[in-house]
């Protein structure tokens, strides 16, 4: 299985962004997806995943802006983020989780497969 982030990019404080990741190869055993982020000096955040039946959670830090959502047919996922902070400056990665995690949590799956990152910057 191969991920493809893409959409990162400069936006002002209080706009939107829309993430995607591409998945391919042996997408049937895909999961979980999720979005991760690290931001200079801080270690990799999980900030959002939805599960192949659409059961979706998030971190504090972006519940209630964020919204993660996929398409199973298309094997795609995506980010929308809204009212973005300065604080949300980082690199994004999606990643894939395999079917050992079929039965857990979002947050509580193993990643298996990672994307490239993609940057995003928010000027305040």
């Known amino acids: 299985v191969q991920l493809q982030a893409s959409g990162g990019g400069l936006v002002q404080a209080g706009g939107s962004l829309r993430l995607s990741c591409e998945a391919s190869g042996s997408t049937f055993e895909i999961t979980t997806m999720a979005w991760h982020r690290q931001a200079p000096g801080h270690q990799r955040e999980l900030i959002a995943a939805?599960?192949?039946?659409?059961?979706?959670d998030y971190a504090d830090s972006v519940k209630g802006r964020f919204i993660i959502s996929r398409d199973n047919d298309k094997n795609m996922m995506a980010l929308q983020m809204n009212s973005l902070k300065s604080e949300d400056s980082a690199v994004y990665y999606c990643?894939?989780?395999?079917?050992?995690?079929?039965?857990?949590?979002?947050?509580?799956?193993?990643?298996?497969?990672w994307g490239q990152g993609t940057q995003v910057t928010v000027s305040s």
């Open positions: 939805v599960t192949r039946s659409g059961r979706t």
């Open positions: 990643a894939a989780a395999d079917t050992q995690s079929v039965y857990v949590p979002p947050f509580r799956a193993i990643w298996r497969v």
